[in-house]
């Protein structure tokens, strides 16, 4: 190398050095304070996210989101080898679990990947029409390959879900058919619950069918003993129907039932130690079904009913903590 190409080369080596020093101090502009190691971009990675989540907002002022959901379709495993298509939250089910605090906004940034315009429910909430998720109220819809940001104070508090409010009509890989079904759990603001851990179940099936084989069995049911009144005008209804020429109506059945996820026998079993106070939060995410849990050998305490307070005796219970003297919930 001649000494012009030696001058030209240091010239360049300090340009460089006085554009990184320059990257560096913008960086250290845009976070005052954050300790950046050189040689570790990963605690600076973090310590920048730090800053980023005690601001809550970006650089334009506009707030972070604290959940984004994605409805996509995804390929779900329920068993080895056993693989079915279905329209999810993030790709997975059921879809993420959601932990809100009664009384403080949240914001959810939903994308809808699909080519069909979508409505996400906030099941058992009170939350104001245009978050809430009901079409048919005026919520607006969730555009196909769009976006949403949903901005909401959750309450009451206890275990929710949140699923697609899109009607299937005969479709059954759509609406509640599909796997559109999350939990949502709203902590109390002045009631922390007296247990040891919290376990998250979700019932659903899955690959629908049509068939004319009647009504599933109730003879499980409690109580046992049919309600009149809504009998005869289950019947009224049907006679009407048939008087005016409609056909008997389809039931749908299901080849697959799943816990989480998984098919009995084939999912993760909860493993518990002698003495522990759990709290099962069991969500019945089904289109169509009743259902009952069977667990010989166990025995539990229903403390919520639809996320309400049960009430037992002269307590009421509430996400495992006791509240004595309360008013009964009303049921309808």
Known sequence: MNSEDDKVFQGEAMRSRVESRRQFLK???????????WHNDNLARAA???????????????????????????PVEIA???II????YDGQFPGP??????????VVDVY????????????????????????EEGTPFIPAQGHR?????????GLRFYHTHNRAGSNLYAGHYSGEVGAVYIKPKDEPGRFDREEFIVLKEFEPTFSRGGDMPQHFLSPATRDRTLQDTGEAAMKASLAKGMPHGYEVGYRSFTINGRILGHGEPIRVKQGQRILFHILNGSATEIRSLALPGHSFQVVALDGNPYRIGRVSLFCGSARPNESPPSWK
């Open 27 to 37: 960086l250290m502009g845009a976070a005052p304070g954050a300790f950046i190691l």
């Open 48 to 74: 920048m996210a730090a800053r980023q989540t005690e601001s809550n907002s970006t650089s334009n002022g506009q707030r972070f989101a604290d959940y984004t959901l994605h409805i996509r379709t995804s």
């Open 80 to 82: 080895p080898d056993r």
């Open 85 to 88: 298509s279905l329209i999810t």
């Open 97 to 106: 679990l959601l932990r809100f605090k009664e009384g403080r906004e949240i």
């Open 112 to 135: 809808n990947d699909t080519d069909t315009s979508e409505q996400l429910r906030w099941h058992g909430q009170k939350v104001s029409v245009d978050v809430d998720g009901a079409a």
């Open 149 to 157: 940001r949903l901005v909401f104070t959750p309450n009451p508090s």
